[in-house]
């Protein structure tokens, strides 16, 4: 039991030390690479080494007969962010994962992104937000259209960010979206 403990603080020790890279794909393989990288990740045992692979994707409004639907496209085709600590087996893995053509840096030498430029491109770690609201609390809307109602929390989406709440207007309940800086608890 001791050595699981072990393993899992050495795991999230090595998680703190590994950096960012860009990857360069062939267009259109971004999602492809990225399934056999964690594949090969999770046969291998190489979660140690490769902690995360991203293919940063940013969310726009699509303007077809006049209808809007909010699509998602890749932020930089041909690219993927793998978190990783470099040594010759993660290296060779990532490297050699088919449709990838190499490393982006000078010659084959990987260089990493720094914290500010993997900042920019909006890639964080993967630590949920953490909130004091549970579905079924009575919130007030501070801030937008529904500036100082009241309802109550009916789902709330960590990831998004967002709550759905049922809000009394014109004697009805309405469910509107809300994001997690619009409300308070009551």
């Known amino acids: 039991m001791v050595d699981k403990e072990d393993k899992v603080e050495s795991r999230a020790e090595r998680a703190k030390k590994a950096k960012w890279y860009v990857v360069?794909?062939?267009?259109?393989?971004?999602?492809?690479?990225?399934?056999?990288?964690?594949?090969?990740?999770?046969?291998?045992?190489?979660?140690?080494?490769?902690?995360?692979?991203?293919?940063?994707?940013?969310?726009?409004?699509?303007?077809?007969?006049?209808?809007?639907?909010?699509?998602?496209?890749?932020?930089?085709?041909?690219?993927?962010?793998?978190?990783?600590?470099?040594n010759d087996v993660s290296w060779y893995i990532v490297r050699n994962t088919r449709g990838v053509t190499g490393f982006v840096g000078p010659g084959s030498k990987p260089i990493p992104l720094s914290d500010e430029e993997?900042?920019?491109?909006?890639?964080?770690?993967?630590?949920?937000?953490?909130?004091?609201?549970?579905?079924?609390?009575?919130?007030k809307v501070t801030t937008g259209p529904f500036e100082n109602f009241m309802g109550t929390v009916d789902s709330i989406n960590l990831e998004k960010r967002k709550m759905k709440v049922y809000i009394s207007m014109f004697g009805r309940e309405t469910l509107v979206e809300l994001d997690f800086d619009q409300v308070e608890k009551i």
């Open 24 to 86: 360069h794909t062939y267009s259109g393989y971004e999602n492809k690479v990225k399934a056999n990288i964690e594949k090969v990740v999770e046969n291998r045992g190489m979660i140690d080494d490769i902690f995360e692979v991203v293919v940063p994707m940013e969310e726009y409004v699509d303007n077809k007969g006049g209808k809007k639907k909010v699509k998602e496209r890749k932020l930089f085709p041909g690219y993927v962010l793998v978190k990783m600590i470099v």
């Open 118 to 139: 993997v900042r920019a491109l909006g890639v964080q770690d993967k630590t949920m937000p953490s909130i004091d609201i549970n579905e079924g609390d009575v919130v």
